[in-house]
């Protein structure tokens, strides 16, 4: 019966423009273009974890058949970049710059040969010879060198102490450990020098443009000489948010071979090489009075970075906000080991923090014996507790109502462990995910062309979420003209400035520039048919009567003033229903239910998938995903995907992805707001409590696994 | 790494540490093969000669048929059919997600059964009809599943899902579709990443129950 519904709900709407295109194997993805002359190349890692390299025997690889080069600090060409940036400034490992080895499995040196086979032998016959130093990567003990990376990773207001005085009170320590992001598609590039002062990439990376600016940057020529193309990326999640040493050493390969060459990396490298979630230490104090309002919150987290690179997420941001609570202090915390560089992971800060706070305000919630959804309700913030400013739109009440009804809340026991069904033990929780709602600047082109095809371009990328299905969406609205009429041309520097597509800015930010380009196309029209114009312009009409070949505008779009009137935020909320076997602790999810309060949805069927997707990398936080260090040796010990479990087909059940679709129009013209945070946020310590209310155990370091159930 | 060294002990001439190719195939002829190595092969390890000439002999010819059209390539022994397909035969459409077997996103149908190309090397194919995600449609007209892919939204940033729909056609041919919970047990092999699992089953439940031969 449910499948019945499901099945109805999956179809829903229309499909994706680029759908064909991957359903076909015509996609193609960064490594996926084939040009004259490639050369491929492979990467050594450091079999040390910090030190120093004192030789490296390149000659058997040098010696191999097909080999082009072998690159290293000893004979790697000079980076502009590398050697005008101020050596004392932290920063991404500069590759092959020098002979310090500062995590395990850093890249030494690169073979280029002219087949993958090839330069991935030579590579292993690559063999160096290091100093090894004493190595740190153990987050538990080195916390007490945790440090604030800047100011406002600390905050308080009012009396932080005020919890201790609450009638009731919780006071636990959180643990997430490290995960990785595994994109199903490699990170690769094919790097090619078109002139001694110009480069093309086909790169996978989710913002052409930063992509550009950064190469530029760090081979000294102009920013218009680089070319970067990424039509398809293959997942990211954060992932390809900056450039990485890979992508620097395939363009260095280029360089010094005068051939094209691709460098696709394995999937033990995306563990080390692309960055990860870093583990985080968490400590939350609640305090709240009989009748469950909070009276304080104090909320500490500590993550891992590099030793090379600062880099901290927001986990405790979430208690400046999520509640009403007149006394909070928050801080966030990094340690510095020598380990790889943590980066953005989907849903950065809120889905580290949300595991300790929504499992601390369950814990309370039994504590006070008050429903946790009442309990919340209780202390709904009805304003932004951080700054005072009003929501530019918030209907969390709704969200908690319509996820209650799906997954029948009502059916929850207060008591734990106290149902069973067939021998399974049978839990419910919830939790709610915030995340920013932000909006950039964006400058796009929407040009009707003399056959009445409307063509919009700008440089933004798409990792997955269906960026083009709801650019088009939107224009065939705005220019009221059927969809199969529109292109939305994507994923190449040479197109208007866009942002990265990070932090769940892009439906706002591109979709409010298409919205005001084709505004401003449709007045052009308008203004050409005179006399007020008409309803539904035929545009290659009008275009025709006018001897005109195309019709172009230009939109620059921005936030505005609102950022100063209001807090804006997406939300979400998690409801899940759990099976616990009490003799293996083995859990299995019965049902979910996730609540999306994100404005008005544009594209109903990408936006579910959306959620769904966010919701089982959520599941994936819950119950499986854990990256270990051997601290013996400083290496991950478990960087491919039988020993990093990601869940798969026979983990999930359906989900239900609803949607409380009130537009924003406070935060943009088509009041729409992003989901591709929130639909992760949260769903940690959905499952984690719906496990506690099944068997009574708390789990407080994830992720759960049957060995803490039983 | 030290570790790993005492443990492996290799062969004086076997191990490719040793000094390369030359004396692997200088070792391997002298014990083994004398009577299946040419004569010039022979002479080139033992004269020092140029790796080009020797490695001449190294790859070997692989006849199939990919989409139903003959395919004729000499390739190296270690080339995965994933590698053949995507760095030879421009057929990018297979994924490399794993290179191991753990994720499925290289899946094809050999013979009509579904592998992992990447844990297939290519001369264990030889003489054999290799299905890939381009030998789907029948032109414009795509294949049943592929249509329930994209009305089902099955997938996001699509690139596990060629891996997904040749396992997917697979998984109804085997007459493991019965169910959802099977098409869940029998999918488990196909990772996606971004999460459209349910979408997925939900696909390969229509095109079965549509009762469409796959």
């Known amino acids: 019966m449910e499948d019945k519904i499901s099945n109805k709900n999956s179809s829903k709407g229309p499909s994706r423009v680029d759908g064909r295109l991957k359903v076909t194997g015509a996609a193609k993805y960064s490594a996926e273009y084939a040009l004259p002359g490639m050369a491929y190349g492979v990467l050594v890692g450091s079999t040390i974890t910090k030190g120093t390299i004192t030789s490296i025997d390149t000659k058997k690889a040098e010696t191999a058949p097909g080999v082009l080069a072998v690159i290293s600090h000893f004979n790697c060409p000079k980076v502009p970049g590398y050697d005008s940036a101020d050596p004392a400034v932290k920063g991404p490992l500069k590759i092959f710059h020098d002979n310090k080895i500062v995590y395990n499995g850093q890249p030494i040196a690169v073979v280029v040969a002219d087949s993958f086979e090839r330069a991935l032998f030579a590579a292993a016959l690559v063999k160096a010879e290091y100093n090894a130093e004493k190595h740190h990567t153990n987050l538990k003990d080195n916390l007490t060198k945790a440090v604030a990376p800047h100011d406002d990773a600390v905050y308080s207001r009012g009396m932080p102490e005020a919890w201790k005085t609450a009638a009731v009170t919780v006071e636990q320590e959180y643990i997430l450990p490290s995960e990785v992001h595994h994109p199903m598609e490699l990170h690769a590039i094919i790097a090619r020098w078109d002139a001694a002062d110009k480069i093309s990439v086909w790169d996978k990376t989710q913002g052409v443009k930063d992509t550009q600016s950064n190469i530029a940057k760090l081979f000294g020529i102009p920013v218009d000489n680089v070319q970067v193309h990424s039509k398809f990326v293959g997942g990211a999640f954060g992932s390809a948010l900056q450039v990485w040493p890979h992508e620097v050493a395939a363009i260095i390969g280029a360089k010094v071979v005068k051939r094209p060459v691709k460098l696709v990396l394995s999937r033990a490298d995306m563990a080390t090489s692309v960055g990860y979630r870093p583990h985080t230490w968490q400590k939350i104090a609640i305090g709240a009075s009989a009748d469950g309002k909070l009276v304080g919150v104090v909320h500490e987290a500590a993550g891992q970075t590099s030793t090379f690179e600062d880099f901290a997420e927001g986990p405790s941001d979430v208690s400046r906000q999520l509640y009403a609570c007149p006394n909070v202090s928050t801080s966030n915390k990094m340690v510095s080991l020598d380990i790889g560089s943590p980066t953005w992971m989907r849903g950065p800060g809120p889905a580290t923090g949300t595991f300790a706070l929504e499992s601390a305000m369950d814990e309370l919630s039994y504590k006070l014996n008050i429903d946790p959804i009442e309990l919340r309700l209780r202390n709904y913030a009805e304003t932004d507790p951080e700054s005072g400013k009003p929501f530019s739109g918030k209907n969390l009440k709704d969200a908690y109502r319509l996820g209650a009804d799906n997954i029948g809340w009502s059916d929850r026991s207060q008591t734990p462990g106290s149902v069973t069904k067939d021998g399974w033990l049978v839990g419910y929780g919830i939790s709610g995910g915030v995340f920013g709602a932000d909006r950039e600047p964006v400058t796009l082109t929407a040009t009707m062309m003399a056959d009445g095809k409307l063509v919009l371009q700008t440089a933004v990328s798409d990792i997955g979420p269906g960026t083009a299905t709801a650019m088009v969406a939107v224009a065939a609205e705005t220019m009221d003209m059927p969809a199969d009429k529109i292109r939305f041309d994507l994923g190449d520097s040479a197109f208007p400035a866009a942002p990265q597509q990070g932090g769940s800015t892009i439906t706002s930010s591109v979709g409010s520039a298409v919205y005001m380009a084709c505004r401003d196309l449709k007045e052009k029209f308008q203004q050409l048919i005179g006399n007020g114009g008409t309803d539904k312009p035929d545009y290659a009409k009008v275009l025709k009567q006018h001897n005109l070949q195309r019709l172009q505008v230009t939109a620059d779009s921005k936030a505005g003033k609102e950022v100063d009137t209001y807090a804006m935020y997406s939300w979400s909320v998690h409801f899940v229903k759990v099976l616990v076997n009490p003799a293996t602790g083995v859990v299995k999810l019965d049902k979910v239910t996730c609540v999306a309060d994100n404005g008005r949805i544009i594209s109903p069927k990408t936006a579910r998938s959306q959620i769904i997707g966010g919701a089982i990398m959520g599941i994936g936080m819950a119950l499986m995903e854990e990256a270990v260090i051997d601290d013996r040796y400083g290496r991950v010990i478990n960087s491919n995907f039988a020993d990093y479990h990601v869940p798969v087909n026979a983990d999930i059940p359906q989900i239900e992805a609803l949607f409380v679709n009130k537009p924003d129009y406070n935060i943009n013209p088509i009041g729409a707001k992003g989901m591709g945070e929130i639909s992760l946020i949260g769903m940690a310590a959905a499952v984690a409590n719906a496990v506690y209310n099944a068997t009574g155990k708390r789990v407080r370091d994830l992720p759960i696994t049957p060995d803490k159930l039983i | ?214």
């Open chain 2, 1 to 214: 790494m030290e570790d790993d060294k005492s443990l492996l002990k290799p062969q004086q001439g076997l191990h490719p540490e040793d000094n390369s190719r030359r004396n692997f195939l200088k070792q391997s002829t002298l014990l083994t093969a004398v009577a299946l190595t040419p004569v010039a092969a022979v002479k080139a390890a033992e004269s020092h000669m140029d790796e080009k000439i020797a490695e001449a002999f190294e790859k070997l010819p692989l006849k199939m048929e990919v989409n139903g059209v003959a395919k004729s390539l000499q390739v190296e022994p270690r080339a995965t059919l994933l590698d053949i397909l995507r760095e030879q035969l421009d057929l990018t459409g297979t994924k490399k997600g794993c290179d191991h077997g753990q994720c499925g996103a290289c899946t094809v149908h050999v013979d009509g059964h579904r592998v992992n190309s990447c844990l297939t090397l290519g001369i264990m194919v030889n003489g054999k009809k290799i299905t890939t995600i381009e030998g789907l449609a029948k032109g414009d007209d795509l294949h049943p599943m592929q249509e329930a892919f994209l009305k089902h939204d099955g997938f996001q940033c699509g690139y596990c899902t060629p891996g997904q729909i040749m396992s997917a056609v697979a998984c109804i041919r085997e007459g493991h579709a019965n169910s959802e919970m099977e098409i869940r047990e029998y999918m488990s092999g196909n990772i996606c990443r971004c999460g459209a699992y349910p979408n997925i089953v939900n696909a390969i439940q229509e095109v079965k129950e549509g009762g469409i031969a796959v």
